[in-house]
């Protein structure tokens, strides 16, 4: 993914009619639609197009000819990252402007694409990027490109008595870490874990929960006190601070493991968003939560995505 190269800016494509090939300029003003007199530019995930060189040189070689920059649609033309290797969310901050990417490739206009009538394919649905404005500014051929990837926020609190007074260790909630930094790992993501184990206390609970949420998180997971027992209080605290309830994941759980062991039907455990954090209650037993994690994950970035309002079904992103 980094090479030699420095990430910069190697020139600045506009179209005014869709369509089109895009056509070099000396400097684009990036606005909050996109780039001004840009026929992309509108209230949409896809305001800004990218295609690195590296891509292009591909090109040129199955063409037997020198494609320009523009060629492709892309507004900016880049050198020295493999662009179609980040991942939504990612930022590209270039002088003052800052994009986020909402898209890695989109569908092919096949026959009404210059590049495809020529060779019967085509770079931008596999290799080119989209993004959204984050800020505005001009930007140029020359200018050094910032890479700041997104890092996942992850909250972990286990609720137990025991363990917070030390008499024996927290497995359940540690198991979660694994499970979640394996999880990003595996996909070339990054995640920061926060992670407190705390007694079966409403009100430690309920200032815990507002000490997460009072800074960006994507995700909270809690392990122990979803039963019936006396002190079992973390779907009584954590459900009424749902500002949505996704009740498929626990009920599902339910039904499936309640059938063999009847007591998994007594777990209270529930799902949803607390504001714009992904929120699931565990049981507090290492199967229990290796057998929700395993669940959890299956729609874990996929339902980030969602949050933030993009559309991966329309991307190419794996």
Known sequence: MISDEPFRVVSVNVSEKKGTIKLPVASIQIGSLGVDKDAHAGDWLRQVSLLGEESILKFNKMLHRELQYGEFAENITTRGRILFKMSPLDRLKIGNAELEITQIGKECHGKNCAIFQEVGKCVMPKEGIFTRVVTGGQVMAGMDIEYVPYIYQVGVITLSDRASRGEYPDRSGQAVIRYMEDFFQQANRSCSVTYEVIPDDE????????????????????????????????????????????????????????????????????????????????????????????????????????????????????
């Open 203 to 318: 009100q430690m609970l309920n200032r815990l929960l507002d000490q997460m949420t009072a800074r960006p998180l994507d995700i909270l997971i809690t392990t122990g006190g979803t039963g019936i027992g006396p002190r079992d209080i973390t779907p009584d605290v954590i459900k009424p601070r749902l500002t949505r309830e996704l009740p498929g994941i626990m009920e599902m759980m339910r039904v499936r493991y309640g059938a063999e062991k009847p007591g998994a039907l007594l777990s209270r455990g529930v799902a949803g968003l607390m504001g714009n954090a992904l929120v699931y209650t565990l049981p507090g037993s290492i199967r229990a939560v290796q057998e929700h994690m395993e669940e959890i994950l299956k729609t874990l970035q996929h339902a980030v995505w969602m949050l933030h309002g993009l559309d991966i079904h329309s991307s190419n992103h794996q």
